[in-house]
């Protein structure tokens, strides 16, 4: 049998009575075993259209001898047949059921992805998660669980986005920015006075421009460190980022990757860092849609930090 994990989650009716009808069904499939449950977790909902309420989150531990196909399509029928209705994306919903990680195996196929792509930044997923399987490995960052919880929970308020090309990536840190009234790194780091594209740009990527005692010479950084960030302080965003990070410098809680379409061999060194395990946290967005980007650019931010405002003041 293979060991899994699952999230569930309804904002929609009697939501611990939805939970627990899925979590018998999940519990009934056949060459299924339930080992664990989380808690229940009353989340804030992330991204999709307003006015929803809030959500209840949580996970399951079980092992199985359906594959990964033929659990999804179990999941799926347990949705439908509890009134779930697939219209709008990340609208509010009677009951979600997501296979998170199917032992270490790694699964794209039919639109099926597994790890699931988002699991690795959104708190509501990996908070129930950790109660029952924090020891559980993300074979996508190789990191487990627990790791990837702590990774947000003592990084500073800092989110690096990277592209094939660095134009992209700008353009797309400075949206986050604006969206979230936030601070862009690059404007406040003293090497980068002269811009982005002066012959300084390089040096600031690649040595003093994160490192610690950097931070704590500039306020609007050092106020995003660990312990001295507040509650609803938005994140500082660099328009670049560095893969691999020295002993001393400051690693992001949030990568995301714009892959948007390039050139082939740029796009392939592209994907070869992004799928070089160890870099935690990571949001990989693809499309050339702009708007469409942004908004999931920032509904990442924001299920890394789901108490940020709305919109932000500098």
């Not at 990996?126 to 790791?147: F, K, N, Q, Y």
């Not at 700008?170 to 980068?192: D, K, T, V």
């Not at 592209?270 to 980007?293: N, Q, S, T």
Request: with cysteine; aromatic share 6%; proline share 8%.
């Amino acid at each position: 049998m293979t060991r899994c994990l699952l999230a569930l989650g309804s904002n929609l009716g009697d939501r611990p009575e939805n939970l627990s009808r899925a979590t018998g069904e999940v519990a009934s499939l056949p060459g299924t075993r339930l080992l664990a449950r989380s808690k229940w977790h009353e989340t804030t909902p992330i991204g999709g259209p307003s006015g929803q309420g809030a959500f209840l989150n949580g996970s399951l531990l079980l092992d199985t001898r359906l594959s990964p196909v033929e659990l999804s399509h179990a999941l799926h029928d347990i949705e439908q047949s509890l009134g779930r209705r697939r219209v709008v994306r990340w609208d509010a919903r009677v009951i979600d059921i997501d296979v998170l990680l199917y032992d270490r195996q790694q699964f794209d196929s039919a639109g099926l992805i597994i790890p699931h792509p988002r699991m690795s930044f959104r708190r509501f997923v990996l908070e129930p998660a950790c109660e029952i399987a924090g020891l559980m490995v993300d074979p996508t960052s190789g990191w487990t669980l627990a790791r990837l919880l702590r990774h947000l929970d003592e990084s500073p308020r800092y989110v690096a986005v990277t592209a094939v090309q660095p134009e992209s990536a700008r353009r797309l840190a400075g949206g986050i920015c604006q969206a979230l009234g936030s601070f862009q790194l690059e404007s406040l780091l003293p090497l980068a006075a002269s811009g982005p594209d002066s012959p300084t740009a390089k040096t600031v990527e690649f040595t003093s421009a994160i490192h610690e005692s950097i931070w704590l010479q500039i306020p609007e950084l050092a106020a995003r460190l660990p312990g001295t960030a507040e509650s609803t302080l938005p994140p500082v965003v660099s328009g670049f980022w560095c893969d691999a990070v020295p002993s001393g410098l400051v690693r992001p809680a949030l990568v995301i990757a714009w892959e948007i379409p390039h050139s082939a061999a740029a796009q392939d060194e592209l994907r070869e860092k992004l799928d070089r395990p160890g870099h935690g946290p990571l949001a990989r967005i693809k499309g050339e849609d702009f708007p469409a980007v942004l908004s999931e650019a920032i509904a990442a931010v924001r299920a890394v930090w789901p108490s940020l405002p709305t919109c932000g003041a500098k």
